[in-house]
């Protein structure tokens, strides 16, 4: 049986690899973080916890339609219609936080949390990673499944191939949540604006999220990139300033936390599927590759799976 190394554990990273477990190979995956999900996270502290990435999901896609109902089938996602949203596309969210939805995807995966991968070697048996924590390999393959930032240095010595990833633009978000002793005065559980703020929404308004209010707010790529390098606790004061020009008199939190999503958003996609080279044996993929939604991150994970067991 073949072994193959997938470097990250987000939606991209799960979907490779729950397709290469489908197809009988030995999947190693390794997480730089403490928990799955990328941006789907959530950020837990005491008595609550908040979505802080992607607030919700859409789908289009049939094979991805058939992930999102077996996890609402298993109660790991439901729907969210919060007041204020002007769309009419469904949106899902994972239960209890964001990441529920990866968790039929992570069934019986082989995770490796708190490691780093800093580089990918070729060798007579393989490829070898070469991590924070030591060697680990050989493997017959490897898909990066990271932001384009992150990969680009990982397989610039792999060739041709992975000269695109350069073209990815990919945009900071700084991400502020706010819990409150009660109810502020805002009619809607969701609004959109357009800076310093790009979006805010009641947490609590989530199913399976604590009755504690609690806000997520996202400053704009412009906002968030101008204090990127700043104390992401300031700078959460300074969005909560801002959301108080939207949300009217806002009182002092009870509870407040900043979070620098460094690469939040795909400005400029590759508009492929994936990326691969080496015979197919190392490939790279996630949303960066086919567009900004969760949804593309799966495909291109797929994708490079796909690309690897051929």
């Known amino acids: 049986m073949e072994s193959i190394a997938v470097i990250g554990a987000g939606m991209a990273g799960l979907s490779a690899a729950a397709r290469l477990r489908e197809a009988g190979v030995a999947v ?13 996270a959530t950020r837990r502290f005491d008595g609550g916890a908040a979505d802080l990435g992607a607030a919700y999901v859409t789908v289009r896609d049939q094979t991805f339609q058939n992930v999102v109902q077996e996890a609402i089938f298993a109660g790991h996602a439901t729907g969210w219609a919060p007041t204020g949203r002007t769309s009419d596309e469904p949106w899902i969210i994972g239960l209890p936080g964001m990441s529920g939805l990866l968790r039929g995807l992570a069934r019986d995966l082989d ?9 990918i070697g070729s060798t007579s048996e393989g490829y070898a990673l070469q991590t924070d924590k030591g060697g680990r390999g050989p493997f017959d393959a490897v898909i990066a499944a990271i932001p384009a930032p992150q990969a680009e240095p990982l397989l610039d010595a792999h060739g041709k191939p992975f000269g695109d990833i350069a073209d990815v633009r990919m945009r900071s978000t700084l991400a502020g949540v ?22 805010a929404y009641r947490n609590n308004s989530k199913a399976g999220r ?34 108080g020009g939207i949300a009217g008199a806002v009182p002092k939190p009870v509870w407040q936390s900043g979070h ?17 080279g080496g015979n197919h044996r190392i490939a790279a993929c996630g949303d960066w590759c086919l567009g900004a939604r969760v949804e593309a991150a799966y495909l291109s994970g797929r994708a490079a799976a796909e690309a690897v067991l051929a």
């Not at 190693?28 to 789907?40: A, D, T, V």
């Not at 996202?218 to 300033?241: F, K, Y």
Request: proline letters at 4%; aromatic letters at 12%.
């Open 28 to 40: 190693s995956l390794f997480e730089k973080s403490r928990g799955l999900g990328g941006r789907l």
């Open 111 to 119: 995770i490796t949390f708190r490691i780093r991968v800093e580089r």
């Open 178 to 199: 706010y819990t409150f002793a009660e109810p502020i005065g805002m009619e809607a559980d969701f609004v959109r604006s357009d800076g310093p703020i790009d979006l």
């Open 210 to 243: 604590p009755d504690t209010e609690t806000w997520v707010v996202h400053g704009t790529q412009d906002w968030s990139e101008s204090v990127l390098e700043d104390d992401p606790q300031m700078s959460a004061g300074w969005l909560l300033e801002a959301f």
């Open 260 to 276: 620098r999503w460094r690469y939040a958003f795909v400005e400029t996609s590759l508009g492929v599927a994936c990326l691969s």
